[in-house]
């Protein structure tokens, strides 16, 4: 039997989920399967591919795959092989991926591989491990059948390493991944390059399955062998298909420090709806970054398991792509800092 003070409870949790669904401002929005979300306005363009697969009733395992491939190919400078490279030169990527049957897949510090998020897939289907890093990863994808790319620069990428290298010195800014042409203006904190970005997914197919993607060039001129947390399973990326999923982007250090993502799911399953458990999780960050979380950028999209749609973030500036079949648009949602 289920105490009256329990009961008060849940019904309190009922509240909260009840009025997010509700309330557009909070960014937490019910759609009907199937469904796609990402983040950053990069996501507008996975989206698309994502989309590919899931309107003609495919899986959103090979949603999320098909969808940040987009932004893999896109040799941008700040994911893929024209990413910016660590201080030493050499463009490293993580990648992680997760079925609705706790399958998950990741690879990190992979160098001159195209699609680390198909890695990823391949680890997670055809070994007995999770995650695969540096060389051992590199050896396993050509294995595999995945071509090895030239070891050479993007352009971008070599002007924007050759600037570093005047001064040679490392300092996280908030939304570089925004690239100043989102419909929020990004807050900047250094000198005008772009340091990390990446790309996250998250699908319900038509069976209303979910999965999750993240995949990343981690921080530019890092040091040589620094992992995020994008390539960690709980971290960048969680998916419980009896809860919900989440995917994390940002600055990956303060991400691990509280399991993120998987936070962020506990606490859909307590009962918050996906905005407001995504808020609870940066709460906490910033609680234990004090001061320092003005310096720092974290944010956080999940969607629970009746398709719900939610993201929070440190600073405005932070947006997020949403597409399913009678809607595509990108949302700005709340902020623990205001502009």
């Not at 399958?103 to 897939?121: M, Q, T, Y």
């Not at 973030?313 to 709340?334: D, V, W």
Request: with cysteine.
């Amino acid at each position: 039997m289920v105490s009256r003070k329990r009961f008060l409870q849940l019904g309190m949790l009922g509240g909260v989920s009840s009025f997010f669904l509700k309330n557009a401002a909070g960014q937490s929005l019910n759609q009907k399967k199937p469904i796609v979300i990402s983040t950053w306005d990069a996501g507008l363009a996975a989206n698309k591919g994502a989309w590919e697969v899931l309107s003609k009733g495919g899986t959103a395992l090979d949603a999320v795959e098909n969808g940040v491939k987009i932004t893999e190919a896109s040799q941008n400078c700040c994911v893929g092989l024209g990413a910016n490279p660590d201080r030493d030169g050499y463009v490293t990527l993580d990648a992680s991926i997760m079925d609705h049957q706790f399958n998950c897949g990741a690879v990190g510090a992979l160098e001159r591989i195209k699609h680390p998020i198909s890695v990823a897939r391949r680890v997670m289907e055809k070994t007995p491990h999770v995650m695969l890093v540096g060389v051992g990863a590199q050896q396993f994808a050509v294995e595999e059948g995945f071509p090895l790319e030239p070891e050479t620069l993007s352009e971008d990428a070599r002007k924007a390493y050759q600037r570093w290298l005047k001064n040679s010195k490392y300092e996280p800014a908030i939304n570089r991944e925004n690239k100043g042409h989102g419909p929020a203006a990004p807050l900047r904190f250094d000198n005008g390059e772009w340091n990390h970005d990446t790309i996250g997914m998250l699908a319900m197919d038509i069976n209303g399955n979910l999965s999750g993607s993240c995949t990343t060039s981690g921080m530019g001129f890092k040091m040589r062998g620094r992992l995020g947390d994008s390539p960690i399973i709980g971290a960048g990326l969680f998916v419980d298909n009896e809860v919900g999923a989440c995917v994390a982007t940002g600055q990956g250090e303060d991400v691990i420090r509280v399991a993120g993502s998987h936070s962020v799911v506990e606490m859909m399953r307590q009962g918050f709806a996906p905005a407001m458990a995504c808020k609870k999780v940066i709460e906490r960050i910033v609680k234990i970054k004090k001061a320092d979380a003005k310096k720092i950028q974290v944010a956080f999209i999940a969607l629970d398991r009746n398709g719900v749609a939610g993201a929070y973030s440190i600073h405005p500036g932070f947006n997020y792509a949403i597409k399913t079949g009678s809607r595509e648009q990108l949302l700005n949602p709340g902020s623990y800092f205001s502009v």
